[in-house]
């Protein structure tokens, strides 16, 4: 079968049906060439836009700016559309490898529409170098996956191509390709994988070294495979919904599930939620599984980038982190706004028309009130000699945590008078109208 034969098969396979066009990352080397090659004599076939997309991370100097030139000389011989970035590595931060390759990412992310997949050049030996890796790195068991074939609407065509066969179609098409040195050298893990570990290994395994690592990325990846389907399943009977704040699901059910499945369906949640920057740790996934598990209603954890996960008494909720309400003063003929919610004092007859309203006792009228969101240690008088924690009662309404931040109490110096739509304190005496020369009224 011709180069070309074989990209369409491939393609076939991994292309979304709503997918507007291809967009290459095109460094100039062998692998990303070849993926070029291919991917514009398909896109024309299918129909599609095609466009190249070509970063110049600045690190290795004249030898950088001469694989730019020559990536432009290759488009423009080619008539092939192409987008550059030049980085300037002097402004990274972190690992070198991590800060090239979120650069590029970020760059062809910003750089096609949602409706295009992103093709890149990664062949069968990257893939072993990978599963390598992870075991190196101890992401155990997961990374022994290696690099799935199409994550989002990111694709990597070529993996089923040998290293050699990347050379002889190259070969095929009289095309030649830039060689990056930095390849050569061992620095940066993989480098050292595939110029120091593989043929250590090659030694002692012979020629089952390829099809014993590629049995480990194919069976832990159907796995994966297996777990992402049951994570949705899982997912899928959570009710999951948006609400006010956020997002929430049923409490139960996560049980029934392996931790393994309840690991990824956390970690799509996050994301859905926008909790997760980079992927959240296992020991960070379990102690969320925890939680869900054995926690108590106003039970929380931190996430990612200002983001919590709580409990109340039926639903776990994802939402980000809010600031409680200040304490604030209400004094008579007063009025306080918040986010959706007014409260007031005044005479009776005055209040506005729906809004729910609380009679003040006589040794109240008059006096400064404050209107705050619920602390730790409140507690409601519920007879002369009988209280309750407010968290308790809060809890059992089914308060999520955003509600009990950004919903508004109504205190004195010493107790919890009121939590509208829930609870009123006792207070000794009749609670009449006729009585109440003063009252605080509440429209949320």
Known sequence: MTPHGRFRLALDRLLPESCKGLGVLLSGGPDSTLLALLAAHDAARRGLDFL????????????????????????????????????????RRGNLQDWARRARRVFAEESLPGEWALLTGHH???????????????????????????QGRWLKPLLAWER???????????????????????????????????????RSAGSELDS???????????????????AQKLLETQDLRPERWGHSLVRQGWDRYHGAVVRKALEALGRHSGAWGRGPSNARLDSIRTLLLTGHAGNWLPLGKGHEISLSRDRVHLHPRFDPLPSRSLEPGARIDGPDWSMGRTAPGNCPEGAAIHHLPPDLQGRTLQVRAARAGDRLRLSADARKSVGSLLAEAGWSRPERALRPLLANEQDILWIPGLRRAWQPGPDSPQQARELVWVLQ
């Open 52 to 91: 190249c997309l070509h970063v110049n991370h600045g690190l290795r100097g004249a030898e950088s700016d001469a694989e730019e030139t020559w990536v432009r000389s290759l488009c423009t011989a080619r008539g092939w559309p192409l987008r550059c970035q030049r980085l300037h590595p002097a402004t």
């Open 124 to 150: 069968a030996q990257d893939q072993r170098e990978s599963v390598l890796m992870a075991l190196c790195q101890g992401k155990l068991p997961w990374g022994l996956a290696g690099m799935p074939a199409r």
């Open 164 to 202: 050699f066969q990347v050379l002889e179609d190259l070969e095929s098409l009289d095309q030649d390709w830039c060689t990056d040195s930095s390849n050569l050298r061992s620095h940066g893990l993989r480098n050292r994988v595939r110029l120091e570990l593989m043929p250590t290994l090659r």
């Open 212 to 230: 014993l690592l590629d049995a480990i990325a194919r069976d832990m990846g159907t796995l994966l495979a297996t777990i992402d389907r049951e």
